[in-house]
Structure formats: structure tokens, C-alpha cells
């Protein structure tokens, strides 16, 4: 009767912890999708303000459709910013009672991946900078020519233009490739560092001395496999908190930007 209960008590749980989380997903996926909805409105609301002529046509198309967007991506790894530090220093507890020092010590590797991971999460900020830059030139030449389109036809201009475009857009695609170079390397070694802990776990209860029973490998590593995901989670939600931050700098200072006389009133 008791392992009934238990077995059913197990299954409860899974059922309250999937429900929770989808209510956690649904809500925070609200929230930021009213911060886009905001955003968008107030690059929109800066845009009727600027004077004719201003030339920032392609820096707003971007940062109204691909800089807004950052939101929800961050949304999806919001709480796993505070939630896996914790996860990780309670699986360290854990395995300082199934196998010693030798399982807290692991956090010395931890702590060394780090600066590689900050490293890199700033090179691929300046990489999705730089993506941003580019794309920037490009739609700003694209809606110069649509709005400059009968002088382009009159004059034969096609050619011309057609070649800029390409261009840029060439840069363009020089500067994606070294974002998603980045990127790739960067998710290839969140991967690939549970697996360096898990050896570098076994290796120090090795040389402490630690008599690597049954009874302690198993619990060690189903903890480490708890570990994987807030630590995959975690470089990852960094990740997408510098694509906000670049592109919170970008939507700044466009909102910085002196405005003229408005042509335009909008409704409250």
C-alpha cells in the first residue's frame, strides 16, 4: 500500500510541476509580450515625431521588427536566470553528501567555464552589433530606391543600385555567418560541459579516495544529469540577455534621437 502511494504521490508531483510550468510559461510569455507590444509603440510614436528627410527608414523597420522581438525570446529563459544558481548550489549540496568533497569541488570547474562563456557571449554581442549595423544599410538603401523609384527608372539606375544592394547584403551575410559560427560554438560547448564536469567529478572522487560504490554512483549521477539542464540553461539565457541588451542600446538611442515638429497626433 505504501509503495502504491508513493507511486502515485511521484506521479501527482510530475502532473502539479507541469501544469506549474506551463502557467509559468504562458504568464511570463504575457508579460513580455506586452514590453514588445510597448516598445513597438514608442518607436512607433517616435517615428511620427522626427522631421522629413530624417534617413533612419531602414534603422526603423529593424529595430520594430527584429530588435522588439528580443523580448520574447528572453521571456522563455527569464526565470531560469535565478532559478538555475540555485538548482546548481542544491545538486552541489547533494553530492557533498552522496560522495564528499570530491563532488563540491566540481564547482572549481564551474567556476573556471566562466570566463570562457563570458568571453564568448561578448563576442557574439559584437557579432549581432555588428549583424544589426549591417542590416540597417541595407534597408535604408532598399527604401531610399522605393521612394526614389521613378528617378531610379527615369535615370536607368537599376543596375547601379541593384549592385549596392547586393553588396550589403553580401556584408550582410559575412557578418551572420560569424554570429552563427559563434553561436554554434558557443551551444556545442554548453553541451559539452556537463559531460567535462561528470569526468572531472569521478576523477577527483578517485584520486580523494572515495570508494565508488553502487550506492554513490548512481545518486552522483542522476544529480549530474539534474545539473545539465540549468547549466545548458544558463549560458543560454546569458546569450539572449545580450541580444536584449544590444538591442535595448539601439531602440535608446533611437528614443535619444531630437525630434521636430510633429506632424501627427496619436489617440490616447
Not at 84 to 103: D, N
Not at 234 to 243: E, G, N, T
Amino acid at each position: 500500500m505504501g509503495r502504491v502511494c508513493l507511486g502515485l504521490g511521484i506521479g501527482a508531483i510530475m502532473l502539479l510541476q507541469t501544469v506549474c510550468m506551463n502557467a509559468s510559461m504562458f504568464y511570463t510569455s504575457n508579460s513580455f509580450m506586452r514590453m514588445r507590444t510597448v516598445t513597438q509603440l514608442a518607436i512607433f510614436d517616435k517615428t511620427l515625431s522626427l522631421p522629413g528627410g530624417h534617413g533612419l527608414s531602414g534603422i526603423i523597420t529593424s529595430m520594430h521588427a527584429t530588435d522588439s522581438s528580443k523580448f520574447l525570446e528572453v521571456g522563455f529563459f527569464y526565470h531560469n536566470m535565478w532559478s538555475a544558481p540555485i538548482v546548481i548550489i542544491a545538486a552541489l549540496i547533494c553530492l557533498y553528501y552522496f560522495i564528499g568533497w570530491a563532488g563540491v569541488l566540481s564547482i572549481v570547474v564551474i567556476i573556471f567555464l566562466i570566463p570562457f562563456q563570458a568571453v564568448v557571449g561578448a563576442k557574439l554581442g559584437e557579432a549581432r552589433n555588428d549583424a544589426a549595423k549591417c542590416g540597417d544599410k541595407r534597408l535604408g538603401l532598399i527604401n531610399e530606391v522605393v521612394q526614389a523609384i521613378r528617378i531610379v527608372k527615369f535615370m536607368n539606375w537599376e543596375e547601379e543600385f541593384l549592385r549596392r544592394v547586393r553588396e550589403f547584403r553580401e556584408s550582410e551575410l559575412v557578418v551572420f555567418g560569424r554570429v552563427l559560427k559563434i553561436r554554434s560554438f558557443f551551444i556545442v560547448f554548453i553541451n559539452w560541459a556537463p559531460s567535462l564536469i561528470t569526468f572531472c567529478v569521478f576523477a577527483i572522487a578517485y584520486g580523494f579516495g572515495v570508494a565508488l560504490t553502487p550506492a554513490a554512483v548512481f545518486p552522483t549521477i542522476a544529480m549530474l544529469g539534474i545539473l545539465r539542464m540549468p547549466l545548458s540553461m544558463l549560458p543560454l539565457s546569458l546569450a539572449r540577455l545580450i541580444d536584449l541588451n544590444v538591442a535595448l542600446a539601439r531602440i535608446t538611442n533611437f528614443l535619444l534621437t531630437p525630434e521636430g515638429k510633429p506632424f501627427m497626433t496619436m489617440i490616447p
